[in-house]
């Protein structure tokens, strides 16, 4: 069994920044898709970016230009640095490995002045 532990979450105003961390407890070769979900109340939980095992990365509209997904490799973590955050970008955020679907228990972001 894998772990996925998120941490960063938490209260920002709008207009600035959160870094969250995602640690896993194995490799990240372990997966081929290491990815960022968020689920806000009352919604269905949706992607906000992708690393894949060769670097590439991927990003929902809403994150395009605002926010970078990145991994450190020798720490195995990956990362999602969230700038310009915005009311709506609150949500529980999880961090997810496939293709064996693992998912951390999520860390919540809050942006609100």
């Known amino acids: 069994q894998v772990r996925l532990v998120e941490s960063g979450g938490g209260l920002v105003q709008p207009g600035g920044s959160l870094r969250l961390s995602c640690a896993s407890s194995r490799s990240l070769f372990t997966f081929h898709v290491m990815g960022w979900y968020r689920q806000a109340p009352g919604e269905q939980r949706e992607l906000v970016a992708l690393?894949?095992?060769?670097?590439?990365?991927n990003y929902a509209d809403s994150a395009k230009g605002r926010f970078t997904i990145s991994r450190d490799i020798a720490k195995n973590t990956v990362y999602l640095q969230m700038n310009s955050l915005k009311s709506e970008d609150t949500a529980v955020y999880y961090c997810?490995?496939?293709?064996?679907?693992?998912w951390g228990q999520g860390t919540q972001v809050t942006v609100s002045s």
């Open positions: 690393i894949t095992n060769d670097g590439s990365t």
């Open positions: 997810n490995g496939r293709p064996q679907d693992y």
